[in-house]
């Protein structure tokens, strides 16, 4: 009988879900009862278990597994004793390393019982490196059968993850159909209107949180299902919002069942990858849907906006939908208390905002967009209830003229690049030819072919762009229809609300303010709606408008104002337009100017505490444009 180890004695145990399949011979108590008789009649009287359920032999960082060899670091353990090799692991290379390194240098005795391997007779372990290899074969083979069987499921529309989505369960009755879970779904269901409602995914975690709703592993692991379901949660309510983003993600919970998102690259490999989006496999309509497709195409339109917290706390929901008309750019909020008592709530293109000279201001007050969206929206909301076949006519006569000229001119570019990719189809040719009869170098011809290549690839890009816009421009016709069951969905527009706002509104289009007399501005907007973009109604009858105020004749500056002797400068002009540089003005009133004449180009212009500005307007002028980069002044006479 062998003598009784000093120290410990650990009976290692594991079974994966792929042993499963291989009957009861592998499974854990069968294990434990071998070992049980094995240490017992061989004299190791204080065994201790080790056991790892439903852990991959590919996998090292199993749990169990890693305590083992915390307390073999530890020096509690003498002795390590499986029922056969692949219980240690699958990979030759580090059941390898473990058996023939790290167990002799400890002092552990390895006993692989079924194998009849012990460390302690050197002529039974000479064969243990091919065992290994053959484990490790079996894992590979057996993955390579997983991958293909789920596979052919993925391809056959059938879900492949072994869990339903959180929001689903399984269906009782056919264990592959997904029901929806009303507890879970009514979450999900609240979260995409959060996300209407202007709230990030962090804000919307917070709010979870708070009202102490289980995670979605929590919940799961609660009835039974998850990857997570026999796990302690530290916090069972604890939402992230990463976690808010991944449900924002799923199309799967418009109904639809989407496979092959990701993918391992080996084996080996534990962790799953991010496939492109092409390569994944849609079926539509597989199960019942738990929101529907304008929500969740709403959601991904306001997740591409990051709106940042203002001081008052929160973002102004109208970010990211207002764009300049010339430029293209998106207008930039300016929000918030200016530190003298003043609130300012305003947009301005980002371009103009960044000292560019490639745009001009396009400046707009937030009260004055809400107030035509919701003038806008209202009256469009009447007209097409009371006008319904009219409206809709209206609409796709809008549609088909912005359609047909964005068509015809998208036709054009697509056969233009098309003449191209054929000419250098061509061209490639004749150069191969040239080389081949020597009068092109190898030097030259590679560089004209990669040339040409390139230019090509890049074609080929554009190719596929022009085709899914004009694709995607003749699907356009069928949307009047979800435009007026958005309208339906309310019963008053008396205030803009921000689900309101993301679920109409597409973009609004700032143009730049014109002027009409001294000081006085136009300015046009125009807001697309989604689903049928700008349109304009028929023109209501004309009614009398209130004139427009005059403007002062004067405006207010102290008598003993040091900018006195530029208005006296400019009373004694007779040219209609009179051009200063920074330099010259401060000669006129004996003094320099102050920072903000250098920073703001609203100093230049008439206002309350603006006195210099005030002084131009009652000398009779205008401030025609302001050169901020160059300093320079320009002023004409007012009409």
């Not at 539509?284 to 709106?307: C, S, V, W």
């Not at 005030?614 to 050169?627: C, E, K, L, P």
């Amino acid at each position: 009988m062998t003598r009784q180890p000093e120290k410990d004695t650990a009976i290692y145990t594991r079974l994966s879900r792929d042993d499963e399949l291989q009957g009861d011979s592998n499974s854990i108590i069968h294990q434990k009862e071998l070992l049980s008789k094995y240490a017992a009649d061989h004299g190791f009287r204080n065994p201790r278990f080790f056991v790892d359920d439903g852990f991959s032999g590919t996998n090292f960082q199993r749990p169990a597994f890693q305590q083992m060899l915390s307390e073999i670091e530890e020096g509690k353990i003498g002795t390590v004793i499986v029922k056969d090799m692949s219980r240690l692991g699958r990979d030759y290379l580090k059941v390898g390393f473990y058996t023939e390194i790290f167990f002799p240098q400890k002092g552990v005795r390895f006993i692989a019982v079924n194998n009849g391997i012990d460390s302690e007779n050197q002529q039974e372990t000479d064969f243990t490196p091919f065992l290994n290899i053959m484990n490790e074969w079996f894992a590979r083979d057996t993955s390579k059968k997983v991958r293909a069987i789920k596979r052919a499921q993925g391809m056959a529309g059938k879900h492949t993850a072994v869990h339903p989505l959180y929001g689903y369960k399984k269906d009782p009755d056919n264990p592959e159909k997904w029901l929806i879970d009303d507890e879970a779904a009514e979450v999900v269901r609240r979260i995409f209107r959060m996300t209407i409602n202007g709230k990030g995914p962090y804000e919307i975690a917070a709010i979870l949180e708070k009202e102490h709703i289980l995670s979605p592993s929590a919940y799961l692991a609660e009835h039974g299902a998850g990857n997570r379901r026999n796990s302690d949660f530290a916090d069972p309510c604890r939402w992230w919002g990463t976690t808010v983003s991944y449900i924002l993600n799923r199309m799967e919970y418009m109904g639809h069942t989407v496979n092959f998102k990701t993918e391992k690259t080996s084996f080996r490999d534990k962790r799953r990858h991010l496939t492109p989006k092409d390569s994944w496999v849609i079926f539509e309509n597989t199960q019942e849907p738990i929101i529907d497709e304008e929500t969740f195409q709403t959601a991904q339109k306001l997740r591409k906006t990051g709106r940042r917290p203002t001081s008052l706390g929160e973002a102004n929901p109208l970010t990211g939908l207002l764009y300049c008309a010339d430029c293209g750019a998106r207008l930039y909020n300016e929000r918030g208390d200016n530190g003298k008592g003043h609130f300012k709530d305003s947009y301005a293109c980002s371009s103009y905002r960044k000292h560019t000279s490639d745009c001009t201001m396009h400046f707009i007050r937030t009260e004055v967009v809400r107030d035509l969206i919701l003038s806008a929206l209202r009256s469009i909301s009447e007209y097409a209830k009371a006008n319904r076949e009219a409206f809709e006519r209206l609409v796709m006569d809008t549609t088909s003229d912005r359609q047909a000229q964005q068509m015809k001119e998208s036709r054009k570019a697509l056969t233009d690049s098309q003449r191209r990719y054929d000419e250098l189809d061509v061209l490639i040719q004749r150069t191969y030819e040239d080389h081949v009869a020597g009068k092109l170098t190898d030097k030259r011809f590679l560089k004209l072919s990669q040339q040409y290549e390139a230019e090509q690839e890049q074609l080929e890009g554009e190719l596929k762009r022009l085709a899914a816009e004009m694709e995607t421009m003749q699907e356009q016709s069928g949307r009047v229809d979800k435009f007026m069951a958005l309208v339906d969905r309310y019963t008053s527009f008396d205030e803009l609300t921000t689900p309101m706002l993301n679920e109409f509104v597409e973009k609004v289009v700032v143009h730049e303010r014109e002027s009409i007399g001294r000081y006085k501005r136009k300015q046009r907007v125009d807001v697309y709606f989604n689903f049928i973009g700008l349109v304009e109604l028929p023109a209501a009858p004309d009614v009398e408008q209130p004139p427009i105020a005059e403007a002062p004749k004067e405006r207010y500056v102290a008598a003993n104002t040091s900018f006195a002797p530029l208005g006296e400068y400019l009373s004694q002009q007779t040219a209609d337009s009179v051009s200063l540089a920074f330099t010259e003005v401060e000669k006129l009133i004996g003094k320099p100017l102050c920072k903000s004449a250098f920073k703001f180009y609203s100093y230049w212009y008439p206002g309350d505490n603006r006195p210099i500005s005030n002084v131009i307007y009652n000398a009779g002028f205008d401030v025609d444009r302001v050169d901020l980069k160059n300093q320079m002044l320009y002023l004409v006479r007012a009409a």
